[in-house]
């Protein structure tokens, strides 16, 4: 066994083949698996991760089913629908018509893998409580459809202990000796939707096995596609480390939201602040405020923790009071819309308030989490006329049952104030007039004329 460090691909371990050279590939350039398997990796759940996922395993020349157990997510991809970076895009158009990439909603297919990754989501409902109930599913199905010789990988994010909870025992209540017959491991995912600067085979992995031996096959399998590895020495371990890097990023977030509060009441530009002090080359990392952190990652991880450890009655009140800042942030722009319409003259009920952008970042299509959806709830609720302008969505259903459809003249919406949500790369913001009340929660609409903000 190797020691437990950063670990890159060997000699004798083929380089991930390019997404040019994929386009080339025949059914006799795909390399061989165990020969009872027909795939060499399946992956369940083809979400925001798990389709990525899969065709950066399949433009490294692996045979791969990718299993989803919604009809209606098949078609999306089937039909090139997906959301998708530029590169994954492409790379799916060359999967959809090569025979190394099949698309599935059979759970039975599973036993012809040689390894299952899961990447399905791990929300929590509206009291902030962890909703394990598609793990719990998807891991179970998995347990159901396991063979010898397989490896199966949870990459979900989840308290510490789920792997072995949810994959480890109920193997071992099969009859199966894990880290012989089967091998279990934990792998998070390290995705960032959106973001086309890393690219996903580019980006570290960090995985932690049941036994040494699941550590090994899981490392072999992950370097079928990354370039690097760093392995940990326990199942937990791993687990624990994304729950620290996204509990990381929301603690920080808190901080940047309360910073940019502070500036305004010292009639400071917080982005100026931020961008001076990113010029530290160390010691710093730049947090952006906002009006909320949509996403699935930051709103809900750091919750699991929280979960777990009131079981364990351990204290975490930094983390405690960072996710209660982060949960009221929505609610915050909700008032400070009242307080900039009032101070024009205008109450909040009757008044006609646009929203431009609803999704939880820029240049994507998802509104997982997205801060949007309650703020427009908040604002319908105390009785404003809201509309949003997001070319992304042709409409939405809020949390509270509401539906919108977009709107496509913002112009002649003629809204009393608008309020500047998420400002994709092609939002066209030239119609804004120079006497129109608009509230900026980014902090960054500088071209925007008689700006407010959060």
């Known amino acids: 066994m190797t020691t437990f460090d950063s670990i890159t691909r060997s000699d004798q371990i083929e380089q991930p083949a390019r997404f040019a050279q994929s386009a080339r590939w025949t059914v006799a350039d795909l390399p061989a698996a165990e020969p009872e398997f027909e795939f060499d990796v399946a992956i369940v759940g083809l979400g925001y991760v798990g389709l990525p996922t899969a065709l950066a395993y399949h433009g490294s020349n692996s045979r791969v089913l990718a299993l989803d157990v919604s009809e209606r997510r098949i078609e999306v991809i089937r039909s090139n629908n997906a959301d998708l970076l530029d590169i994954d895009r492409a790379r799916l158009l060359v999967a959809l018509d090569h025979p190394g990439f099949?698309?599935?909603?059979?759970?039975?297919?599973?036993?012809?893998?040689?390894?299952?990754?899961?990447?399905?989501?791990?929300?929590?409902?509206?009291?902030?409580?962890?909703?394990?109930?598609?793990?719990?599913?998807?891991?179970?199905?998995?347990?159901?459809?396991?063979?010898?010789?397989?490896?199966?990988?949870?990459?979900?994010?989840?308290?510490?202990?789920?792997?072995?909870?949810?994959?480890?025992?109920?193997?071992?209540?099969?009859?199966?000796?894990?880290?012989?017959?089967?091998?279990?491991?934990?792998?998070?995912?390290?995705?960032?939707?959106?973001?086309?600067?890393?690219?996903?085979?580019?980006?570290?992995?960090v995985v932690g096995g049941a036994t040494a031996e699941c550590e090994e096959e899981a490392t072999k399998l992950l370097l079928r596609y990354v370039t690097n590895v760093h392995r940990v020495r326990s199942l937990a371990a791993a687990e624990m480390t994304k729950l620290l890097e996204n509990t990381f990023r929301a603690v920080n977030i808190a901080l940047a939201n309360e910073f940019a509060d502070i500036c305004k009441s010292l009639d400071l530009d917080i982005a100026d602040v931020v961008d001076a002090a990113?010029?530290?080359?160390?010691?710093?990392?730049?947090?952006?405020?906002?009006?909320?952190?949509?996403?699935?990652?930051?709103?809900?991880?750091?919750?699991?923790?929280?979960?777990?450890?009131?079981?364990?009655?351990?204290?975490?009140?930094?983390?405690?009071?960072?996710?209660?800042?982060?949960?009221?942030?929505p609610n915050r722009v909700v008032d400070r819309v009242q307080e900039v319409l009032s101070d024009a003259g205008y109450g909040l009920t009757g008044s006609r308030v646009l929203v431009i952008g609803i999704a939880y970042k820029p240049d994507v299509a998802d509104l997982r989490e997205s801060p949007a959806l309650e703020i427009l709830d908040g604002l319908i609720e105390r009785g404003a006329n809201v509309a949003f302008l997001d070319g992304h969505f042709e409409g939405v259903t809020l949390p509270s049952g509401t539906s919108l459809l977009a709107e496509t003249d913002p112009v002649a919406y003629g809204a009393d104030l608008v309020l500047l949500h998420t400002r994709h790369s092609d939002t066209d913001l030239s119609w804004i007039a120079p006497g129109q009340l608009v509230l900026d929660t980014t902090y960054r609409g500088v071209d925007v004329p008689q700006r407010v903000i959060l």
């Open 278 to 329: 990113s010029t530290k080359p160390y010691g710093y990392m730049p947090f952006l405020p906002g009006p909320g952190v949509g996403g699935h990652c930051i709103p809900c991880d750091p919750h699991y923790l929280l979960w777990q450890l009131r079981k364990q009655r351990v204290a975490a009140p930094m983390i405690t009071q960072a996710m209660v800042e982060i949960a009221a942030r």
């Open 102 to 205: 099949v698309l599935s909603t059979d759970p039975d297919d599973l036993r012809r893998a040689a390894a299952v990754i899961v990447c399905v989501p791990t929300p929590v409902d509206e009291h902030l409580i962890p909703d394990l109930s598609i793990l719990k599913a998807a891991t179970q199905m998995v347990v159901d459809h396991a063979v010898p010789g397989q490896v199966l990988m949870l990459t979900s994010t989840s308290y510490v202990g789920c792997t072995d909870d949810l994959l480890v025992k109920p193997l071992v209540n099969r009859g199966f000796t894990v880290g012989s017959d089967v091998f279990v491991a934990f792998s998070a995912e390290r995705i960032d939707p959106g973001n086309a600067t890393f690219d996903h085979d580019e980006v570290p992995r």
